[in-house]
């Protein structure tokens, strides 16, 4: 036992590691604090380092920061520095104003965080994402146990335009999904595992299952990313191994897996008529209230806010205040006031055109490097994240920004040489 803790203490992956187990945890359980504890624990393990019996300040630490700024990640940090900018004009809503400050810090301290500690080697940068896959699959596991035990009483809310439960929102967990589909086929192709070669045949399992589960929970967020994400590396497939017949023929069935699941999955089958009928309920001009016709309703006031505020926006801090006022006017008779679904739309809306670009330089920042855009993993979280912002405010809140810099900045780590 001892010897275990004294290799724990001295080993900086093997730290790392137990911080990013409960850093997933968190994500999945929307734990907060254990969150925010993680977050910390990475800034410490940069800064400091163990040498015999004391703790020491790096001492690369200052060439790791003149490195930091010409390798351009501060760049990443352009989502915190957007929202501190506009708050000199952010004057209504103070308290909104300080949440969205506090929520984004880490924004500003964990790009250099991850480009400080030692850089991840190829099986331990899998290992990572082979610990995700389980812990995903774990938590889908419950709630399919749970979905099962209740199925009736779940059925019916889908009916209604609720989501089956999940441990955290659904619809963030619906993205985890989606990317551990792409991570588990990677993981069971390149044919890795952590003790055992057997263990490919249960990343397969684990693969296959969760590619049921993700329509069994059907959520349109995090299926809509899935299939553009799965469909975009299919065609990359295609045109890089010039195996046309073969890359046709997985399109094929990824074409036919969703009538297939409209056919046999209740829950999908729900949703999807829900959805119509939503729609449906939108055109005749009796969508007040309900789900989809909600989320259009967003849309097009964080719209209205853009045409009227093209330039600067009117504050990140401002922007719930704004969309209440526009409710009023154009909605009085809505139950609940949404914010924009749509993370380009917020970005416009709370900063303007201006704002609207430098966030595009900070997330494509990342791959504009051919070393990562060739890396799949790296990618295809990037396009799960890029697509999501066309259908929801991902890193609008604590869990959608610490999944988003945990895979963003672990893969920038792993290749930054």
């Keep these: 036992m001892n010897k275990l803790i004294q290799k724990v203490i001295s080993s900086y992956k093997i730290q790392a590691f137990i911080i990013f187990a409960f850093w997933m945890y968190a994500l999945l359980s929307s734990a907060e604090f254990i969150l925010s504890v993680a977050m910390i624990s990475i800034v410490l393990l940069s800064l400091f380092e163990r040498k015999k019996y004391t703790i020491t300040i ?14 351009k990640w501060y760049l990443i ?18 308290p909104f104003l300080w949440e969205r400050l506090r929520i984004k810090i880490p924004f500003l301290i964990l790009p250099f965080a991850f480009f400080s500690i030692p850089q991840f080697s190829k099986k331990d940068y899998l290992n990572i994402f082979y610990l995700f896959l389980v812990l995903v699959f774990i938590a889908s596991c419950y709630v399919a146990i749970n979905y099962s035990l209740h199925f009736e009483t779940i059925n019916e809310n889908i009916s209604k335009g609720q989501p089956i439960p999940t441990p955290t929102n659904h619809i963030r ?41 993700i329509h069994v929970l059907s959520v349109r967020s995090g299926l809509t990313v899935f299939y553009l994400v799965f469909f975009t590396l299919i065609i990359r497939y295609i045109y890089l191994s010039k195996k046309m017949l073969k ?18 999955i209740p829950s999908f089958q729900s949703r999807v008529n829900y959805m119509v009928w939503d729609i449906k309920k939108y055109q005749s001009g009796e969508g007040t209230n309900y789900s989809d016709s909600e989320r259009l309703q967003s849309l097009l006031l964080g719209k209205k806010i853009i045409e009227e505020n093209i330039l600067l926006g009117v504050g990140a801090g401002d922007l719930k205040f ?19 679904h ?8 709370g900063t303007g055109i201006i704002g609207f670009l430098l966030f595009l330089i900070a997330v494509i920042f ?12 790296f990618l295809s979280f990037n396009l799960i994240i890029l697509f999501s912002f066309l259908v929801e405010n ?15 900045l672990l893969g920038m780590n792993h290749l930054k040489n």
């Design 366 to 377: 990342p791959l504009w490097n051919k070393l990562r855009w060739n890396d799949p993993l």
């Design 173 to 213: 967990f619906s993205l985890m999904i989606a990317f551990s589909i792409i991570i588990g086929f990677f993981l069971y192709r390149k044919n890795h595992f952590f003790k055992l070669k057997r263990e490919r045949y249960f990343i397969l399992f684990i693969s296959l299952f969760l590619l049921f589960f």
């Design 322 to 340: 704004e969309m209440e006022k526009k409710y009023k006017t154009y909605y009085p008779n809505n139950e609940e006031m949404k914010m924009p």
């Design 247 to 264: 890359g046709i023929i997985v399109l094929l069935i990824l074409f036919t897996l969703p009538l297939l699941s409209y056919i046999f």
């Design 77 to 94: 940090s352009i989502p915190f520095l957007l929202v501190a900018f506009t708050s000199f004009y952010s004057t209504h809503d103070a």
């Design 342 to 349: 749509n993370q380009y739309v917020s970005i416009t809306a």
């Design 58 to 71: 790096r001492k690369e630490l200052k060439d790791n920061l003149n490195l930091f700024f010409k390798s």
């Design 394 to 408: 991902t890193i609008e809140n604590a869990v959608g920004i610490g999944l988003y810099l945990l895979f963003l």
